[in-house]
Nanobody, 119 residues
Framework: QVQLVESGGGLVQAGGSLRLSCAAS????????IDWYRQVPGKQRELVAA???????NYADSVKGRFTISKDNANNTVYLQMNSLKPEDTAVYYC?????????????WGQGTQVTVSS
């Protein structure tokens, strides 16, 4: 079982930056993908950014050019650097890990961290 612990959320003014961290209990090579989702009340959780075990990244159109996902393999940590933040980026951000073993799929979620961007 993979445990994920997020940190780094908070309150920031529009145009500011935050860096979220997701510390995993296992090596990032043991999971296929680690990604960040966000959710606002009344809406579905949406994918923000993803990084595979091989380092391939993917971003939602709404954050391309502003957010960067990266990982530190030595510390089993994935980061989400968020720049040029907008009020519409306000949400609870969740770290998620997808692990495939013997044709089975396992999904793990962190507890979430609140990001609030004031205008």
């Amino acid at each position: 079982q993979v445990q994920l612990v997020e940190s780094g959320g908070g309150l920031v003014q529009a145009g500011g930056s935050l860096r979220l961290s997701c510390a995993a209990s296992e090596s990032s090579f043991s999971v296929n993908v680690i990604d960040w989702y966000r959710q606002v009340p009344g809406k579905q959780r949406e994918l923000v950014a993803a990084i595979t075990s091989g380092g391939i990244t993917n971003y939602a159109d709404s954050v391309k050019g502003r957010f960067t996902i990266s990982k530190d393999n030595a510390n089993n940590t994935v980061y989400l650097q968020m720049n040029s933040l907008k009020p519409e980026d306000t949400a609870v951000y969740y770290c998620h890990a997808l692990q495939r073993k013997l044709l089975l799929r396992y999904d793990y979620w962190g507890q979430g961290t609140q990001v609030t961007v004031s205008s």
